[in-house]
């Protein structure tokens, strides 16, 4: 995220860990707490404008560490019979899907990232996580 203050000072905002992302099972925190740094890290090289390829490469390792991420909570749901399952899974695919076409725009025009984009990326990883994900954890804490 960032902000232009009046004089046009651009200030880039990190996406700070917090209890409020806390699902409350440790391994899937780990895991959405590396999907944060790496967001970050992207939100920066947006921001001091870092080569396309540089940019490229850091929304490659958010999305590849994202499809990674959610075969292990499926791999969770799976082992203990989570009802939503279905659902979830459904919701795991179309974030990789929008993800996917996103990166298929720079991929085709070779053009930077946009702070659009940015903010389209932190709303994808923030609505998730604080949704879905905090209902999983709810549900995983009991039965685990
Ligand atoms: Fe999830």
Do not use: P
């Amino acid at each position: 995220m960032r902000k232009v203050t009046s004089c046009g000072e651009v200030i880039v905002k990190d996406l700070v860990w917090s209890n409020t992302l806390s699902v409350e099972v440790d391994e899937i925190d780990e895991d959405h707490r590396r999907l944060v740094d790496l967001f970050n890290i992207l939100n920066h090289a947006v921001a001091d404008g870092e080569s396309a390829d540089y940019q490229e490469a850091v929304l490659e390792e958010l999305i590849s560490c994202t499809v990674w991420h959610f075969k292990h909570e499926e791999r969770l749901m799976l082992k203990y019979a989570y009802e939503e399952l279905a659902a979830h899974k459904t919701e795991h695919q179309d974030l990789i899907e929008s993800a996917k076409a996103l990166q298929q725009q720079f991929l085709q025009a070779d053009k930077r990232i946009a702070n659009k984009d940015i903010e389209f990326l932190e709303h994808w990883l923030t609505e998730h996580i604080l949704v879905a994900d905090m209902r999983l954890g709810a549900y995983l804490i009991e039965v685990m």
